[in-house]
C-alpha cells in the first residue's frame, strides 16, 4: 500500500491553517532564486491559493505537499509540477524553510516519499528536477536519490542580474 508517512515525517494536503506558513516561504526572498519568485505575495492572495489548493492533479497538472513531523510541526514543501499523465512524467520540487531542519533526511525522505508515490500510485514512468549549477546541497541530495543527471540549460535562470546554469535530473522507474 502507497503511503505519504515516513520514518521522520509524513506528507499531507494544504490546509487553511497553513496560511501564515506560507507567507512566511512564499516571502522570504533567501528562496526565491529557486522558486522563480520575483515579488512578495499577499496573505489575501495566498488564502485564494488555498481555497483553491484542493484541485485534482489531473486537472491543474500540479500538487503541493506540507511536510511536517509526526509532531505536527511544518518543515517545508514539497511541489509536483506540469505533471503530464499522457506521457508519465512529472517534475518535483522541494524547500526545508528553517536552514537548522536541512541535513537531517528530511529532504531524502521526503522525496523518496513522493516519487513512491508519483510511480506506484499515479503509474508515472519518470521524475524529474531542474537545480541552479552552484545548488551543491540539492545536487548531491538527488544524485544520491538515483536521480541521474541529463542536461544542462545554458544562462537559464535569472537572478539579481546574473544567469545561472540550471542542471536537469531525471529518475526512471525501472
Not at 524529474?128 to 537559464?156: C, M, P, R, T
Amino acid at each position: 500500500m502507497v503511503t505519504l508517512k515516513g520514518k521522520q515525517i509524513y506528507l499531507r494536503a494544504l490546509e487553511k491553517k497553513d496560511l501564515d506558513f506560507l507567507y512566511l516561504l512564499e516571502n522570504d526572498t533567501s528562496v526565491w532564486e529557486v522558486s522563480g519568485t520575483v515579488t512578495p505575495y499577499s496573505k489575501d492572495v495566498l488564502r485564494f491559493y488555498l481555497e483553491n489548493a484542493h484541485r485534482d492533479i489531473f486537472d491543474v497538472k500540479q500538487l503541493r505537499l506540507v511536510i511536517c513531523t509526526h509532531e505536527y510541526n511544518t518543515l517545508g514543501l514539497i511541489d509536483v509540477f506540469d505533471f503530464e499523465p499522457n506521457h508519465k512524467r512529472a517534475g518535483i520540487g522541494i524547500v526545508i524553510l528553517n536552514q537548522a531542519e536541512r541535513n537531517k533526511g528530511i529532504g531524502a525522505e521526503a522525496i523518496t516519499l513522493l516519487t513512491e508515490y508519483l510511480f506506484e500510485a499515479l503509474g508515472l514512468r519518470q521524475v524529474y528536477a531542474n537545480i541552479l549549477e552552484d545548488n551543491l546541497a540539492s545536487l548531491h541530495l538527488f544524485h544520491k536519490l538515483g536521480f541521474q543527471q541529463v542536461g544542462v540549460k545554458k544562462d537559464w535562470v535569472r537572478f539579481k542580474n546574473t544567469f545561472k546554469n540550471e542542471i536537469l535530473l531525471q529518475k526512471i522507474n525501472n
